[in-house]
């Protein structure tokens, strides 16, 4: 098998209008995230799908 080392992270939230800036809003909790990744990582996807209840849920990959 390929070793792709790869990390994958899942973000479930509310939909919401908020900021990047707004405690426990989806985007604060995203841009939070993304801050994290190296910049040296490579972000391999980032997907979004809206679940049956109305949250969001993201995955993002990214080199380890």
């Known amino acids: 098998?390929?070793?792709y080392n790869t990390t994958t992270k899942v973000i479930?939230?509310?939909v919401n209008a908020a900021s990047d800036s707004t405690s426990g809003s989806y985007a604060k909790?995203?841009?939070d995230?993304?801050?994290?990744v190296d910049n040296t990582k490579t972000i391999?996807?980032?997907?979004s799908i809206q679940m049956?209840?109305?949250r969001i849920m993201t995955t993002v990959v990214h080199d380890s």
């Open 29 to 31: 909790e995203l841009n």
């Open 52 to 54: 049956r209840d109305g």
């Open 1 to 3: 098998m390929a070793n």
């Open 12 to 14: 479930i939230n509310e």
């Open 44 to 47: 391999r996807s980032i997907h």
């Open 33 to 36: 995230y993304l801050e994290t």
